[in-house]
């Protein structure tokens, strides 16, 4: 199968849809920050420092969508040990704690199928 789909084709471009997304620490703080509109279809209006970044919108937009079609898709989110140590080095617990989880569940939900990177839980502090 090649990796490029045809466009009257929808059963083979869905097919190439890739099943694990590597969430970088960029994308896992967009998520953080503006859950409630990429998960629950809130107006985005964004405040602060937030409102002077350009394409910020459209971001929070493709995040919007990939998690729409990710209700029948079901790709796997994964949060490899490098982004989890950049998490970890905000010293933003409440972040933190939430990144985890996300790692979290992607573990349960992978569990017994090969991992493509080691991920382990990080110790904080400084014998990390």
């Not at 960029?26 to 998520?31: A, F, N, P, V, Y």
């Not at 953080?32 to 985005?44: C, L, R, S, T």
């Not at 704690?97 to 839980?121: A, F, K, N």
């Amino acid at each position: 199968m090649s990796d490029t789909a045809e466009p009257d084709d929808p059963v083979r471009a869905w097919l190439s849809l890739p099943r694990r997304i590597y969430l970088d620490t960029s994308t896992l703080q967009k998520l953080y920050d503006f859950g409630a509109e990429i998960f629950e279809g809130k107006p985005f209006e964004p405040g602060g420092r937030a409102s002077r970044v350009q394409g910020l919108a459209d971001e929070v937009d493709a995040l919007r969508r990939i998690f729409m079609v990710n209700e029948r898709a079901m790709f796997e989110f994964v949060v490899t040990e490098a982004s989890l140590r950049e998490v970890v080095n905000r010293a933003h617990p409440g972040y933190t704690q939430w990144v985890y989880d996300v790692l979290g569940t992607w573990l349960i939900q992978s569990e017994g199928e090969e991992r493509p990177t080691p991920t382990r839980p990080l110790r904080t502090g400084a014998s990390a």
